[in-house]
């Protein structure tokens, strides 16, 4: 990422599940981006984002920040991102031959994450947030990826709560293709756009 977008890169060692389940990862990923804005960093120059749970993560850190007075990096960049921890995405069965980790495994993930609290709390689903108010958003999904109706189920919401989306579904690719970077020339060609994303905001 920091080769292809030419800017550092920090990542978050943030809590896991179920050892430290909600909200610890949370907690960690806004003392994180507090760190940021308290050593020197403008909030203009910050780009949030993350991968799959991260990408869900990133988007209830946006929604914790905005709700807590920060305020909002430039941008966010999600990619496949878990944004519904109760499952209902039809995607998930669909690809469930193609993703059979997914297809069985975030149900019983998603009750270790959320350990008795409801799945339809922001913070833990943002689907179910408000989005108003949050910075640009970058979506990628692939066309075979069981997340992609979270994707595209976020994109819709924060277009219609007036939030800048660029969303994009790769044809014939599974959940969280860019961890192939450069072994993959669609990968590859993914982290470009990323990189032209952000230029553009900068």
Partial sequence: LSKYMKV????IEYSLAPEKPFPAALEDAIKGYDWLLSNGFESNEIFMGGASAGGGLAM???????????????????ISPWVDLTCRAKSIKKFRDLEPEL????????????????????????????????????????????????????????????????????????????????????????FEEIAVFINKHL
């Fill in 8 to 11: 550092n890169v920090l990542g």
């Fill in 60 to 78: 209830a850190t946006l929604l914790k920040a905005r709700d807590l007075g920060l305020e909002n990096p430039k941008a966010a960049i999600l």
């Fill in 103 to 190: 297809g069985t495994g975030l149900k019983p993930i998603s009750y270790l994450y959320s350990k008795g609290e409801s799945k339809k709390n922001p913070y833990v689903s943002p689907l179910f947030g408000d989005l108003n108010g949050l910075p640009p958003l970058l979506i990628h999904a692939g066309s075979h990826d069981g997340l992609l109706d979270d994707a595209k189920n976020l994109a819709d919401k924060a277009r219609d709560q007036g939030i800048e989306v660029e969303f994009k579904i790769w044809e014939n690719m599974p959940h969280d293709f860019h961890k192939y970077g450069d072994n993959h020339p669609t990968g590859k060609q993914a």
